[in-house]
Nanobody, 124 residues
């Protein structure tokens, strides 16, 4: 069955960096665009970053532009999220998700598969 497994979360001080990884199995990885989303306590899940199937196109939520970088390795079936200059408001559970559709989508409810999430906590 399809599995998306995130790793790399943790506790970091403001201004620090973390790199999240999401390893996919059970699907043809390069058929899927990938997204990162996050959910803070008491808030709805929100879009963070998107990368197309080939890795040539990326989209970011405004608050993370210039600080976060999404990338993928279609040989390793893995998508990454490099997070720099972290802020306390970045604290959330981060999820990776896979979507088969060819047109760009940033809507969580249109994604086909989800990981279990990894916690990121940024202290001030």
């Amino acid at each position: 069955q399809v599995q998306l497994v995130e790793s790399g979360g943790g506790l970091v001080q403001a201004g620090g960096s973390l790199k999240l990884s999401c390893k996919a199995s059970g699907l043809t990885f390069n058929w899927y665009a990938m997204g990162w989303f996050r959910q803070a306590p008491g808030k709805e899940r929100e879009f963070v970053a998107y990368i197309n199937r080939g890795g040539s196109s990326t989209i970011y939520e405004d608050s993370v532009k210039g600080r976060f970088t999404i990338s993928r390795d279609n040989v390793k079936n893995t998508v990454y999220l490099q997070m720099n200059s972290l802020k306390p408001e970045d604290t959330a559970v981060y999820y990776c998700a896979a979507v088969l559709r060819t047109s760009v989508t940033l809507r969580a409810n249109e994604y086909d598969y989800w990981g279990q999430g990894t916690q990121v906590a940024v202290s001030s």
